[in-house]
């Protein structure tokens, strides 16, 4: 019968990308995320070699690991200008998409941010609004149910997810960027929308690609960077002086998403039978007090012949109990 189980949650922060560990959960990041959505792992690698370099951002990859085997693998951005943290991926093998252990990790990685004493204004996620919602992607579901009962709300504003290079043209499409401070949000202000946005186009968004793309290319990339700002800032009422942030009542955990609610996969350790435990005791113990005497009767000048009989007694003894302790397995 089992009488404990237990679960052991940790975080790494990934230092060495060439780490096994991290070579494993970056494996399967590249297997879980949908193409439209998944920055290519080559860039991941590269910018989190260049992390002693100082930069607008930072990013934080951390591998996830459940009873200390690698499952998956999250990433999130540290702007350090307007101080927010911008959750991009948190992805696991399919028998981990379980609700329970998505708030687990995002909980681990708040306080790794808060246990580390980095300064954060706001989280940030953006999330899908492709025609209308309806063609949200199956992470986008996912984080819905997550973000709802993480409190976070909706800024009722305009808002473009930038795509991944210039191939990637699934990956430029309408948004809702998601926020969540120390406390729950009911309103911004137009200028702080526009400032995170700011912060996240061009300190983050264009520092990463004028790195990775040939010059000529980023200034096409810098064009619908632009294009996008201009668009946000035009959509902008001026004689508001708060906008919206709406939080559900977690009606979107009624969201069909590739997400479960049951229980977390058990690791089965296979117990040690405990005759295995007392057999070495009942050999070892006689002997170790034959012995014993064996130094007394030394010491005394006395031949072990003449308590042979004694000895005969003990391993009679020895063979006795491990019958017994045998036949009494057997009926068990």
């Known amino acids: 019968m089992v009488n404990q189980l237990e679960h052991r949650f940790s975080i790494k922060r990934v230092v060495k990308t060439s780490e096994d560990d991290y070579i494993k959960a970056l494996r399967i990041y590249n297997d879980t995320t949908p193409f439209e959505i998944k ?16 930069t607008p951002f930072e990013i934080y990859a951390f591998i996830l690991y459940l009873n200390d085997e690698v499952i998956g693998l999250s990433m999130t951005t540290y702007v350090k200008k307007t101080k927010i943290v911008v959750d991009e991926y948190l992805a696991v093998f399919e028998q981990y998409r379980i609700q329970t252990i998505f708030l687990v990790y995002e909980s681990l990685i708040q306080n790794y941010y808060k246990e580390t004493g980095i300064e954060i204004s706001y989280y940030i996620t953006e999330i899908s609004h492709k025609e209308s919602g309806k063609e949200m992607d199956r992470e986008s579901r996912i984080s819905l149910k997550m973000l709802c009962i993480e409190e976070y709300g909706k800024i009722e ?17 309408i948004a809702h960027i998601y926020i969540k401070g120390i406390e729950p949000i009911q309103s911004i202000s137009p200028k702080t929308y526009q400032d995170i946005v700011d912060s996240i186009y061009y300190d983050y968004w264009y520092t990463w690609y004028n790195a990775i793309l040939p010059f000529s290319e980023m200034e096409i990339y810098k064009k619908i960077i632009d294009k996008n700002f201009e668009s946000i800032k035009k959509s902008l009422t001026n004689n508001v002086s708060t906008m919206s942030v709406l939080h559900s009542n977690c009606n979107y955990l009624d969201i069909d998403a590739d997400v479960s609610k049951g229980s977390i996969p058990a690791k089965k350790h296979p117990s040690c039978p405990s005759f295995l435990i007392i057999t070495p005791i009942i050999i070892i113990l006689p002997l170790f007090i034959i012995w014993g005497y064996s130094e007394v009767l030394k010491a005394l000048n006395l031949s072990i012949t003449s308590i042979s009989t004694m000895v005969g007694s003990i391993i009679s003894a020895i063979l006795t109990s491990l019958t017994t302790l045998y036949v009494t397995k057997k009926k068990l």
């Open 39 to 54: 920055t290519p792992t080559n860039e991941i690698t590269y910018w989190l070699n260049k992390q002693k370099v100082s």
């Open 157 to 173: 504003a305009l808002y473009y997810a930038l795509p991944l290079g210039l191939e990637n043209h699934e990956s430029n499409f």
